[in-house]
């Protein structure tokens, strides 16, 4: 038991769980029957266990040099052997499951994964540290679509709308950790942006994102916009606004990064309540 806690603090369980839901959304979203609503949620939830999992396993040295007690793998509690077995292992068996739903879904889940993966690997300390991020989020819609009896791709306004999530994410999650970042020689993206600007693109990528639904799910039909919608994008326009607002008056903050999480939040609930229009 006391490995299985220590692997499941290593899986950042906050976004897995997080993610997870929000693909269990989709599934029900694009109206796909329970047992493949299942199987969806089953393959990204092992998914994201192998990437958080992977990601505090390559991060573990950097994490004991900044004594990072919040981490099992960095405290000792498990062996980087059996951190790594697990991650691989979790791996195959979402890429299994995905195999399930089709190959169309497997190969889909595979780009998201990889991408992610090579996120971990190092990605995460160059300019292109964003990539994985547009990558993986930009299909995440698709791994609904493509999970359906009769597979098709999401639309491109929901890819454009996933890849804003993902660059907002991206933008404001690392903020917290900047400092530690710096002692261990981790400069992605954000740290060469600084915080400031980070969140001012990060909120504006929302918008982006929120806009992108409200015109693509109407089929560019402003008049068939539906008062649901309306209220969805002003919501995240608002909370955006507040963010840049305070970005401006005052130091970043973590009330800014929680911000910046209600916004995409908010995003993702609008992308949700799309419903059948991710399926054409």
Do not use: C
């Not at 994201?48 to 040295?61: F, K, M, R, T």
Request: without cysteine; aromatic residues 6%.
């Amino acid at each position: 038991m006391g490995t299985i806690r220590a692997l499941w603090g290593s899986s950042h369980p906050g976004p897995t769980l997080v993610v997870t839901a929000l693909a269990l959304a989709l599934g029900w979203a694009a109206g796909l029957d329970p047992a493949r609503i299942a199987l969806l949620a089953v393959a990204v939830f092992a998914g994201q266990l192998s990437v958080g999992i992977s990601n505090d396993a390559i991060d573990a040295p950097r994490d004991r040099r900044t004594a990072r007690r919040d981490k099992p793998i960095a405290r000792g509690d498990v062996s980087l052997r059996v951190v790594w077995a697990a991650a691989f292992l979790l791996l195959v068996a979402a890429l299994a499951v995905s195999a399930v739903l089709g190959w169309r879904m497997l190969a889909a889940h595979a780009l998201a994964l990889g991408s992610a993966w090579a996120y971990n690997a190092g990605l995460k300390s160059t300019p292109a540290s964003i990539v994985p991020f547009l990558v993986s989020f930009g299909i995440f819609p698709s791994l609904a679509t493509l999970s359906a009896a009769e597979p098709v791709f999401a639309p491109l306004w929901a890819w454009i709308a996933g890849a804003a999530l993902g660059a907002a994410i991206h933008l404001t999650n690392v903020l917290p950790d900047l400092d530690d970042d710096a002692v261990t020689g981790v400069r992605g993206l954000p740290h060469r942006w600084g915080p400031r600007a980070s969140t001012v693109v990060a909120a504006a990528a929302v918008v982006a994102g929120a806009a992108a639904v409200l015109i693509g799910s109407a089929g560019g039909d402003l008049s068939a916009i539906t008062p649901v919608s309306w209220v969805f994008f002003a919501a995240v326009t608002a909370v955006a606004a507040a963010t840049v607002v305070l970005v401006i008056l005052r130091s970043p903050s973590r009330t800014l990064f929680r911000l910046v999480m209600l916004a995409g939040l908010l995003l993702a609930a609008q992308l949700v309540a799309t419903g059948s229009a991710l399926v054409g």
